[in-house]
């Protein structure tokens, strides 16, 4: 069958993935992540503090913070200044729930994890990338503790790699570009663990509603897609 994808892809394939680890010098942990045009960069930055209300607890914490620079677009957004979109809040929440689940904070003690994802240029799924490239960002960080001594290496918890699937034209196609993305009937967008088990799955119908056959079909779609993150992950993470 011809390919209706703007880049020719089959409906079951990635855009290209790359991995630019140690993108700044500055932070504990950078990457700048590419799926297809989108570019996230991904930085993670260690506190020797945590939330007040945390305290008690004796454990860690993660957060992130989300945003996309004035020229990431085809026109030109405002910066953000002071106070965010909910978008953007609604993203650095998704980010950092998902990326929760890949720290084992009873191990990381009275510190803080911040992830900051910056969208350099978007082409769809940018909230996707910014989890994968933030897990590789995280990993690279919580290694220097590891290797100072101040955290077990049992602290890394579990991969986490995202992607989008929607059904577009009836088909069912894997990490949406843009223009794929805003004629899609129906819009998924899946967070889930090394070991196969889901963190979120956020999905929308935006024309007819949808069966429980396609919502299955789509989720088992987003997860070979994302098996093939993981190994994107492993495979850079594993050279540094």
Known sequence: MKSIRSDQR??????????APNFT??????????TGQTRVLCTASISETIPRWREAS????????????????????????GNESSRSKEISRLIGRSLRAAVNLERLGPRTLTIDCDVLQADGGTRTASVTGGYVATVMALRKLIAAGLVPVEVLATPVAAVSVGLVAD??????????????EVDLNVVMTGSGKFIEIQGTAEGQ???????????ELAHRGITQLLAGQAQILQGL
Request: aromatic fraction near 8%.
């Open 171 to 184: 088909q069912m196609m894997l990490d949406l570009c843009y223009e794929e993305d805003a004629r899609a």
């Open 25 to 34: 010098d500055y932070a504990e942990g950078s990457v700048l992540i590419e």
């Open 10 to 19: 089959l409906n079951n394939q990635l855009r290209p993935l790359k991995f």
């Open 58 to 81: 004796g454990a860690g914490w993660l957060t992130a913070e989300y945003g996309m620079l004035p020229r990431s677009t085809h026109q030109r957004i405002d910066r953000q200044r």
């Open 209 to 219: 509603p949808f069966d429980q056959d396609t919502l299955l079909g789509m989720v």
